[in-house]
């Protein structure tokens, strides 16, 4: 049984070029600071810190690398300014970050954050992103890479190519916010289908979907997955449809 959810979806859409370098790079990720954390800790105080790591192909979070827990001053708008190395980064991985609190029995997660590999690649990123789980909290980071001369950039058209040639584009499905609760016996499990909407109605339909969300806030779902189509013509839409699977 599927079911249609329509609410807000955030997604990344890029075209990308048909091979990509094999060589790892190093990235320098810079976490200056935190707005809106909330209070977790009520016995032994407020102590945030970051976790981030490399979000591999497969989903797997890997080469992970953490702040220094904040355990003085303003804890709820934390101030961290530490400059992390991930090593092995290949292009088209994300970066995940995953605020914690720490205490005296372990860490509480807060919320995470995802930055897909193409808002960072090639040129770094520098911003606010927002914080699953925190409607009004965000995380300030900066990224560059380390070595960046063994990477590809994105494909540039051929001189006097055809606009109708297909394309290979990736698609990031971070999150969704304010979906509706609608299967009371199973329990929420959204996932997102993207679609192109052919130019050519008897084109063979190109789609990818994403993993339901089975546990957690699944009225604010976080994907955080990137897909590949590999046929796109210019011209051509992509429809992003919600479902919740019971």
Known sequence: VLQLLRESCIASVRQTSKTMAAQSNNLKVRIIGAEGLKHMNHFTGDHPYVSCGIKRASGVVETKAETKPVTEGDVLNPVWDETLELESWQPGEALEFVLYDKGLLGAKTEGKALLPSEFFHPNGFEGMLAIIGLPDAKLNVEVQLVGSEGLTTDAAPEAGGSGGVPQRVAVSILQAHGLKHLNNFTGDQP?????????????????????????????????????????FSEGESLEFTVYDKG
């Open 191 to 231: 996932y997102v289908v993207c679609e192109v909407k052919n130019i050519d109605p008897a084109a063979e339909t190109t789609r990818v979907e994403t993993q339901p969300v089975a546990e957690g806030d699944t009225l604010n779902p976080f994907w955080g997955e990137t897909h590949t189509l590999e046929r």
